[in-house]
């Protein structure tokens, strides 16, 4: 079994900047994928960022440029630095990972970008 555990979320103002983290335990096989959905008020949930095993990254084009994933292995975190944060990236944020045909899910955490 995996755990997934988020923080670093919280109230932010626009322009802002918020580091997620994913604390992972349990089984991590070599081969994976990790990353970050969001799930905004209302709407429903969407890919934000991928980091694979091997290192490749990718992002939601509204993220390109202000968004950032990285991992610590040695650590088993992912992270996602998010500067110039902008209102409608309010959601709920939620790390996962891919490895052997199954997918685990973080609780989630809350993102409130306002003024």
């Known amino acids: 079994q995996v755990q997934l555990v988020e923080s670093g979320g919280g109230l932010v103002q626009p322009g802002g900047s918020l580091r997620l983290s994913c604390a992972a335990s349990?089984?991590?096989?070599?081969?994976?994928?990790m990353g970050w959905y969001r799930q905004p008020p209302g709407k429903q949930r969407e890919l934000v960022a991928t980091?694979?095993?091997?290192?490749?990254?990718n992002y939601a084009d509204s993220v390109t440029g202000r968004f950032t994933i990285s991992r610590n292995t040695a650590k088993r975190l992912v992270y996602l630095q998010m500067n110039s944060l902008k209102p409608e990236d309010t959601a709920v944020y939620y790390c996962?990972?891919?490895?052997?045909?199954?997918?685990?899910w973080g609780q989630g955490i809350q993102v409130t970008v306002s003024s």
């Open positions: 996962y990972v891919d490895m052997v045909g199954n997918r685990y």
């Open positions: 349990g089984t991590i096989f070599s081969i994976y994928v």
């Open positions: 980091i694979t095993s091997g290192g490749s990254t």
